[in-house]
């Protein structure tokens, strides 16, 4: 909340600061570039430090060991006295220990059901076994990294000679990673990156339309990345069963096969098997669809303390407002809600969901033992530049993203989200692992927000990207699709941006508008997410 009404101008702004609830006894300083010491705000507080934007200011005297509380939860503990007015950074604080497994909430919020969100539609593509894109793309799956430069040489011939016969082919993508062999093919965690890879290609935006590119050799074969009855029917086929009873025959171009001489050889079977594929692609037509059918996938990346004031808090109503319209939202990244598994178990809809929550964040710490770290090794130089002071901090305002809905279902790392509702899908917290893992999920839409700034998109799905801050809004206008920093600025409310992002998706879902991310092409590879051993 405000201390004191903004205007519109951060020129003309005086002193300002932001805190989070009544108990909190930290503010951050909501000014442009910051404040001096000497600066004087309203109520009477001055600063004995010069305070960077989105630090926090101390608003009472604290001694050494008392808790220093931001959102109503002990983000740490002064190393030493403080005295009111000072600067609050990450050398002054020790953080706490993670909480405990054991004794958690289970499913104790039972918040009142909210009023179904009726007549909102968007403009889709409907698939045969029953999911929406918002996207018509031709992906091209490949089983190994050794054929990665053959599939991109392949894709930007496909898309200079046969995209343009296709006006309804939005794109062609390769499906680059740097998995599939030299790996141990049979470890127990050698799921997750197999799994990913095999949900990845049958994402809503690929129509159904798969095609692998394989070298021959490799560890993982073809049939062990999509196995007979994992595919969907296309339309010419018998489509009487579909999903994962179908049996469709692979369509796969295997570069070690001696029908192969020459380089060219490759390119061309590549060639002549995508045009059929895009063919197909190409007579497909949008169709008005429930906004029930949209999964969409919430993450943060170059976050700063402004992120669980502004933008995280918005996307929080809006996921609450695609809830009540009937859609999937996944929230993730296990190290930045870990500070705050008490408040999630306790929105779980059933002792199972929750439960569930448990069993992925004891994995992952386990995980993270073996390597002989924990989860104070996820924030960033910008992270903590930004104001953020470690990862309780930072998970107090990541967590924000989920709303206030219950939490209906998990999904695992790879795995496909199988429900509506609000989805804990448990990813790591950095960026490309998390929206690999959420693309695997089935997500066709993506929102990411950002305080520092990033260029972050993806290929497969359109991605919105929000700021948190109006001075990154105004520097990098042609990169964030929407200003939350309004929100700090007195020119917005959290509802109004809200709603502003839930019209935004139906229009981006829809094709009606493209994603700054989308207009320049800005894709990042693919990352998988792979614990198991590298032989």
Not at 394 to 405: D, E, H, P, Q
Not at 414 to 421: D, V
Not at 496 to 518: I, N, P, Y
Request: hydrophobic residues 40%; glycine residues 8%; negative net charge.
């Amino acid at each position: 909340m405000a201390d004191s009404p903004l205007p519109s101008s951060a020129a003309a702004r005086p002193p300002h600061r932001i805190h989070m609830h009544a108990a909190d006894n930290v503010a951050i300083v909501a000014n442009d570039g910051g404040l001096k010491a000497g600066a004087t705000f309203a109520d009477g507080l001055v600063l004995v430090d010069n305070v960077p934007q989105g630090h926090k200011v101390s608003l009472t005297d604290l001694a050494e060991g008392d808790a220093v509380v931001r959102y109503n939860v002990p983000i740490g503990y002064a190393l030493k006295a403080i005295p009111r007015g000072s600067w609050v950074h990450e050398r002054l604080l020790r953080m706490p220990a993670a909480r405990e497994l054991e004794g958690l909430p289970i499913a104790t919020v039972k918040p009142p059901a909210q009023a179904p969100l009726e007549g909102y539609t968007f403009e889709g593509y409907r698939n045969l076994d029953g999911s929406v894109g918002t996207r018509n793309i031709l992906a091209i799956t490949q089983t190994v990294q050794c054929v990665a430069g053959v599939v991109d040489f392949a894709v930007q011939r496909i898309k200079a000679e046969l995209l343009p016969k296709y006006p309804n082919v939005d794109d062609v993508v390769g499906l680059s990673h740097s998995y599939g062999c030299g790996v141990a093919i049979d470890a127990p965690d050698a799921v997750i990156p197999i799994r990913t890879l095999r949900n990845i290609s049958l994402n809503p935006n690929f129509g159904g339309e798969v095609m692998v590119i394989s070298l021959g050799c490799e560890k993982l074969q073809p049939e062990r990345l999509l196995p007979p009855g994992s595919i969907a029917l296309v339309d010419e086929r018998n489509v009487a069963d579909i999903g994962e009873t179908a049996n469709a025959k692979l369509d796969v171009v295997c570069l070690q096969d001696d029908a192969h001489v020459g380089f060219m050889s490759m390119i061309d079977s590549i060639m002549r098997q995508a045009e059929e594929h895009l063919e197909r692609l190409n007579a497909r037509r949008r169709e008005t669809v429930p906004a029930s059918e949209l999964v969409v996938g919430v993450q943060c990346g170059g976050s700063d303390a402004f992120s669980g004031v502004t933008a995280n808090p918005a996307v929080g109503f809006c996921t609450d407002l695609l809830v009540r319209a009937g859609a999937t939202v996944m929230f993730s990244e296990v190290t930045e809600v870990r500070d705050g598994i008490d408040q999630l178990t306790s929105r779980a809809t059933t002792p199972e969901v929750a439960e569930a929550m448990i069993r992925e964040m004891a994995w992952y710490d386990a995980y993270l033992d073996r390597g002989r770290v924990d989860r104070s090794a996820n924030t960033t130089p910008g992270n903590k530049k930004g104001g953020l002071s470690n990862i309780v901090e930072k998970a107090m305002g990541s967590i924000v993203k989920s709303g206030s809905a219950p939490i209906s279902g998990v999904v695992s790392p790879g795995e496909k989200a199988r429900q509506k509702g609000l989805l804990y899908a448990a990813t790591p917290a950095s960026d490309f692992i998390c929206g690999t893992l959420q693309l695997a999920a089935g997500m066709n839409l993506h929102v990411f927000t950002t305080g520092r700034g990033t260029p972050y998109g993806l290929a497969e799905v359109p991605v919105i990207k929000v700021a948190t801050r109006s001075d990154l809004a105004r520097r990098w206008h042609d990169l964030m699709d929407v200003n939350a920093g309004r929100i700090a600025d007195g020119d917005a409310t959290i509802e109004d941006v809200g709603w502003e992002m839930f019209r935004l998706m139906l229009d981006v879902a829809s094709g009606r508008k493209k994603t700054w991310a989308e207009q320049w092409k800005l894709h990042n590879a693919l990352v998988l997410f792979n614990p198991a051993p590298v032989t």
